[in-house]
């Protein structure tokens, strides 16, 4: 069965240095969305990404943060700085570009960042 | 502010009982709701979607919608251990739109 594959599944990392996490959607897949998780806490919304551009991104989604899909295949989230509240899981997760299914995501395993 | 709210629990029932987990959302121009499961450490996965009032209903699991009162809700029969998890309720505001979270009610099975 076809998956969102993500890495690293764990990085630590020094404030203030800069981390690029990686993703590799389902290769039909239109609609590329990264979201984070703080431990206990909700999963929440960063960006979304479609045709090469983003479409929508969250308030969390500040100037530290970027995305790319550099290669067709790889979809990347970079944070220029990290921060202390920066510690978090982050998903990727993707879907297909049918109507119908707008929230039906598919979620990597998830990249665990410690930022000390 | 777009909010999905869900009690936190845990909801705690014995296996074979059912499991009955709810959902109120903010903005009745919601179209799509889902119901995610997310085990511990893991990653959210999807278990039902339902766009128009009324029940769904797939294997032990049953979604019901409705907009007039803006509430969700996941029936699980049947209830086995394996379903112990944290169960995440998600709205799209628009076609394209962002999932939006609640913060997922806890559910544990007892054997």
């Known amino acids: 069965e076809p998956e969102v594959t993500q890495t690293p599944s764990h990085q630590v990392t020094q404030m203030g240095q800069e981390v690029i996490l990686r993703c590799v959607p389902i290769?039909?897949?239109?609609?590329f969305y990264w979201y984070r998780q703080i431990l206990g806490q909700k999963v929440e919304f960063l960006v979304s990404f479609y045709n090469n551009e983003i479409s929508e991104k969250s308030e969390i989604f500040d100037d530290q943060f970027s995305v790319e899909r550099p290669d067709g295949s790889n979809f990347t989230l970079k944070i220029r700085s990290t921060k202390l509240e920066d510690s978090a899981m982050y998903f990727c997760a993707s879907r297909s570009g049918a109507m119908r299914n707008t929230g039906e995501l598919f979620f990597g395993e998830g990249s665990r960042l410690t930022v000390l | 502010q777009k909010e999905v709210e869900q009690n936190s629990g845990p909801l705690s029932v014995p296996e074979g009982a059912i499991a009955s987990l709810n959902c109120t959302y903010s903005?009745?121009?919601?179209?799509?709701f889902f119901w995610y499961r997310q085990y511990s450490g893991k990653s959210p996965e999807l278990i039902m979607s339902?766009?128009?009032?009324g029940d769904k209903e797939d294997g032990r699991f049953t979604a019901q919608l409705n907009k007039a009162s803006q509430y969700v809700s996941l029936l699980i029969r049947d209830s086995q251990p394996s379903d112990s998890a944290t169960y995440l309720c998600?709205?799209?505001?628009?076609?394209?739109?962002?999932?939006?979270f609640g913060q997922g009610t806890e559910l544990s099975v007892k054997p």
């Open positions: 290769s039909n897949h239109l609609y």
């Open positions: 339902i766009y128009s009032n």
């Open positions: 903005d009745r121009g919601s179209q799509s």
């Open positions: 998600a709205v799209t505001y628009n076609q394209g739109g962002k999932l939006i």
